[in-house]
């Protein structure tokens, strides 16, 4: 069986710490975070673009347990989501990570500060964060309620028992 976390929530919301938090319980999954695959790609048109999340999906494909990290509003999500879910013996539990929009900015803010560069094709919302499929989405977690540690947590206590 192939078992696949499609963790997903708007740029700076906590997205990579909660993956730290969560690889500490989970060592075994393997993290595909998009924009390490833009990055190192150089995704900065369509093409590298899509190249990216042929990449991930290839990836995903290699692996018996991994992480997809990516803000959830990418159409190539949805095919690469549709195209794994067709893969026998694929599960896949998409969780949202979410947090007011002033509350990413600010975040992404600090990061700048900091010296963080986004990569390829990032954006900061202005406005609510609207994933591209509200059904699909298993679990949710507010990263201004819950620290890292404890939504790291919280997901493996909500984990069907075959995805640990």
Same mark, same amino acid.
């Given at each position: 069986?192939?078992?696949?976390?499609?963790?997903?929530?708007?740029?700076?919301?906590?997205?990579?710490?909660?993956?730290?938090?969560?690889?500490?319980?989970?060592?075994?999954?393997?993290?595909?975070?998009?924009?390490?695959?833009?990055?190192?790609?150089?995704?900065?048109?369509?093409?590298?673009?899509?190249?990216?999340?042929?990449?991930?999906?290839?990836?995903?494909?290699? /692996? !018996?347990?991994?992480? &997809?990290?990516?803000?959830? $509003? #990418?159409?190539? @999500?949805?095919?690469?989501?549709?195209? =794994?879910?067709?893969?026998?013996?694929?599960?896949?539990?998409?969780?949202?990570?979410?947090?007011?929009?002033?509350?990413?900015?600010?975040?992404?803010?600090?990061?700048?500060?900091?010296?963080?560069?986004?990569?390829?094709?990032?954006?900061? /919302? !202005?406005?609510?964060? &609207?994933?591209?499929?509200? $059904? #699909?989405?298993? @679990?949710?977690?507010?990263?201004?309620? =819950?620290?890292?540690?404890?939504?790291?947590?919280?997901?493996?206590?909500?984990?069907?028992?075959?995805?640990?």
């Amino acid at each position: 069986m192939r078992h696949i976390i499609n963790l997903i929530g708007p740029t700076a919301v906590g997205k990579s710490t909660v993956i730290q938090a969560l690889n500490e319980q989970l060592p075994h999954y393997e993290v595909l975070a998009i924009d390490d695959f833009r990055r190192r790609i150089g995704a900065f048109t369509p093409e590298g673009e899509s190249q990216a999340w042929r990449e991930v999906w290839i990836a995903a494909l290699k /692996a !018996d347990c991994s992480i &997809i990290e990516s803000d959830g $509003m #990418s159409p190539h @999500l949805s095919m690469l989501l549709d195209r =794994l879910w067709r893969a026998p013996g694929t599960n896949i539990l998409t969780i949202a990570l979410e947090a007011p929009a002033k509350v990413c900015r600010q975040r992404a803010q600090q990061r700048s500060e900091a010296g963080y560069v986004l990569p390829p094709l990032s954006f900061i /919302a !202005d406005k609510k964060w &609207i994933p591209l499929s509200e $059904m #699909s989405i298993g @679990l949710r977690y507010n990263a201004t309620v =819950l620290s890292p540690t404890q939504v790291a947590e919280a997901i493996v206590a909500q984990l069907p028992v075959d995805f640990r």
